[in-house]
């Protein structure tokens, strides 16, 4: 029933057990994705996902929920599919799941913290950018005020997530600017680990045809490997965070934690820019 659907998952979790909760994308009008552009959204039933968790592993000790934003179920729901984990996979420590800021709106902090305690534990959240323009521009439907104010609910609720930026969104000559901005937003918020992608102009996206009408200009390589060396210089966790550039669509491949290795880091982005970018 769910076989054709096209499945995405973190490459952390490449090696977790994968429970479909949503198919589709039940936003599906970011301008530089189309990912999702031929599916229709829907939901699993709750029933079919049990069913696929009383035939796992009871020893199976972590979970990742498929979907663009399992999180858009929306509370009931989701505590629901977590009792049914606990009920069915009791040795399991952590479920993971993709979120949109959006969704995070549903959710009180009194309910993000019940999830928490339900066993949700780590989110992976598209933040893309801390430039309100380049938001509005690329159609994520939130502002960069209300990322911070999600953000900071969540870090109530003692939930843990990652964070995804985009370099390269902002296009030619921004990235500097972008990466100041990105790196302020993310300041203000606590965060397991920062993962960078850099921008694809995908097939059959809005922003494939922005480029084509030269309504948007994509930056080159050597400035976004400046950007990624600003946003080093930037970021000021105020608790120990990893940053990892280490997803398929990088220019380069690097894995550290700041702000301990943050000169090395540095060094690395330095030698891969050149004299150029020194």
Do not use: W
Not at 254 to 273: T, V, Y
């Amino acid at each position: 029933m769910y076989g054709s659907d096209a499945i995405h998952y973190p490459q952390d979790e490449m090696n977790t057990v994968l429970v479909p909760v949503t198919s589709g994308c039940i936003y599906n009008k970011c301008t530089f994705c189309s990912m999702y552009k031929d599916e229709k959204y829907h939901e699993v039933p709750l029933q079919d996902i049990e069913k696929q968790l009383m035939n796992m592993d009871i020893y199976t000790d972590k979970i990742f929920l498929v979907g663009s934003d399992p999180m858009s179920i929306g509370f009931e729901k989701m505590k629901q599919l977590l009792d049914m984990v606990h009920l069915h996979l009791p040795y399991c420590a952590r479920v993971g799941s993709y979120a949109a800021v959006r969704s995070i709106f549903k959710y009180s902090v009194e309910e993000l913290s019940i999830l928490h305690d339900a066993g949700l534990r780590l989110l992976y959240i598209g933040f893309e950018t801390g430039r309100d323009d380049i938001l509005k521009m690329m159609n994520k439907g939130h502002t960069v005020e209300q990322a911070i104010q999600q953000a900071k609910k969540l870090n109530e609720a003692r939930l843990p997530f990652n964070t995804i930026i985009m370099y390269g969104i902002a296009g030619e000559g921004e990235s500097v600017d972008n990466a100041i901005a990105t790196a302020k937003m993310v300041n203000q918020f606590r965060t397991e680990k920062f993962i960078t992608m850099n921008l694809v102009i995908m097939e059959g996206s809005r922003l494939r045809d922005m480029v084509r009408d030269h309504i948007y200009i994509p930056s080159g390589r050597e400035e976004r490997l400046v950007e990624i060396k600003t946003l080093l210089e930037n970021l000021e966790p105020e608790q120990p965070m990893l940053f990892d550039t280490t997803h398929p669509t990088n220019l380069v491949r690097m894995f550290g934690r700041l702000p301990d290795e943050r000169r090395r880091l540095l060094r690395e982005i330095r030698n891969h820019i050149g004299v150029h970018g020194n």
